[in-house]
């Protein structure tokens, strides 16, 4: 995607000035910051909760190397392939190669940041290979030619009446006369849209929300169950994910998701957690017969053993988004590239340089609620 | 001032700068506050705390600065600011600064642990617990970001006002969510500083306060304007005014 983070401020202004957006982000508060609050308030070792994923981190960063090895090892072991990618050109280079040795032409997606960081689609839709976003945000903003604003809630910029209207553009088969007033009426004609998507890809690729080095398990989770199409039906089941999803055991995995779902959507669980190890065994009812992981670093292990190695710790749960009084006000476009609000204005200059990126950091009111007592942030990532 | 005993602690006063330069009265009221809880003050030659150069990155200006207030203001038992944030600077990120310097580092280290914002050094420090002043009407107030999160300044200001006679405390919606100016922050990116105080000010006029009080003079400057150029009623004061019962002359950004 284009870079147009240089013109934050302009982009900024102008996000202020569009009525359309300055609705739909007030979705923000109702629908992420008194959830989670909620759910925060019902678990009274939230904050013990979080120390100890933090802890786990720390620790994983420390040995990422060892871990890393153990993962690939037991990816291997259970029958798949993995792939370590140094940039996100390998990382292109890599899917490509595997799309193309199946002759694939339609390829679904699982929702991930991790593809849209290396810009994966456009790389395979110039290639010759239709790529289907099968998250109900993520189809949505791919019909309209948009990347995500926000890193769990991609369409989260937008109100009902602008979806309507671009589902009436693009379902061109369906009866002009046919009421989509309510939203479920609208998720009733993607998921019927989609259904023909999913049996027909190729290949499925989803990220990762975990990685787990003692079983060789990558971890989704999802509230759709689009995840689970789109890596079961295909032959072929790529996972994109970035090398510091790593956790070491099944037992830390679980403790990592407890705080995640929480900081995230409110939610004590999402409603899919989706564990898969390797391709389809003998004996199995589905599954795809090949299992591939391509791991990125993309300048992550650089980051290691710096001031910035603590942005490592971010489980992505967008928490320090959806309190961020500047982000309220802007939008997660405004910031001009993949990762928005304040886990951006630390990943994003180190991912694409701080000439191009120096304003995010600096688009700070220090109003700290990611670093303190009663911070926000699932790990602490600023501390 | 010089009568300090063992009873009387010494308390160097930080005015801080805003204060200084666009609303003295706040600091006429810290000092009645702190000797009212028991207290000597002095306001010893001073410069600013550092923060604005250390939120622009600028480690070395801020460093000197911070000299220059540790070098000052050593003396006393307490270092007090009518300032969440400037206490937070010197509170918090001050022994940061020296951590290539060990005999600075003690320094900071020892000066830092006196730093106290002024309302919460009432209550938690000097055991305060009611002031002896009025004030007719409801009062809002808006936690401001440093002293909330940084210092813990919560509910000590609102413990304080509930002995203020005739006042009425009317929480806001999201009194601890920021005002949107943010030091340098309202500079940098006006329209988004403006957006954000925008909500602010919404929220304040929805609770049919008259005042809206806080402990830091760049939030309560910012929503003052807002509040002004909205062509709002709802007047702004320092906490420490009302709290020594110092609102007899105009409220902030008011005429005479």
Known sequence: MDITSPSFRENATRAIADKSLQKALGNVERGFIYKRSKAVAAMPEFEDLRDAARDIKNHTLA????????????????????????????ARQIVLDICRSVEARTVTKGKSMITEEIALNDHLEKNGITTVETDLGEYIIQLRGEHPSHIIAPAVHLNKDQIEADFRRVHKDLPPERNLEEPVSLLAEARAVLRERFLAADVGITGAN??????????????????????????????????????????????????????????????????????????????????????????RSAMLGTPFGDMLRCIRCGACMNHCPVYQVVGGHAYGWVYPGPMGSVLTPTLIGVDKAGHLPNASTFCGPLREASARCAFRCRR | MDDATPSRPRVGLLVTCLVDAMRPTVGFAAVDLIEKAGCTVDVPAQTCCGQPAYNSGDRAGARKLAEAVIAAFEPYDYVVAPSGSCAAMMKQHYP?????????HDRAESFSAKVFELVSFLVDVRGMSAVEASFAGKVTYHDSCSGLRELGVREQPRKLLASVAGLEVVEMKDADVCCGFGGTFCVKYPDISNAIVGKKAATIEDTGAGTVLAGDLGCLMNMAGKLARNGSKVKARHVAEVLAGMTDRPAIGESE
């Open chain 1, 63 to 90: 040995n990422l190397d060892l871990y890393l090895e153990t993962y690939a090892d037991k990816v291997e072991a259970s029958g798949g392939h993995v792939h370590f990618a140094e940039t996100a050109a390998d």
């Open chain 1, 210 to 299: 975990i990685l787990i080095a003692e079983t060789g398990t990558s971890i989704i989770v999802t509230n759709e169950g689009n995840g689970d199409l789109t890596q079961i039906l295909p032959r072929i089941h790529i996972v994109v994910a970035s090398i510091e999803k790593v956790v070491p055991t099944l037992e830390d995995a679980s403790a990592v998701l407890r705080v995640l779902a929480r900081s995230a959507t409110g939610q004590d669980m999402s409603v899919y957690t989706t564990l898969s190890t390797g391709p389809k065994r003998s004996g199995d009812p589905d599954g795809p017969d090949e299992y591939h992981v391509v791991l990125l670093d993309n300048g």
């Open chain 2, 96 to 104: 940061g600064l020296f951590l290539d310097d060990p005999h600075w």
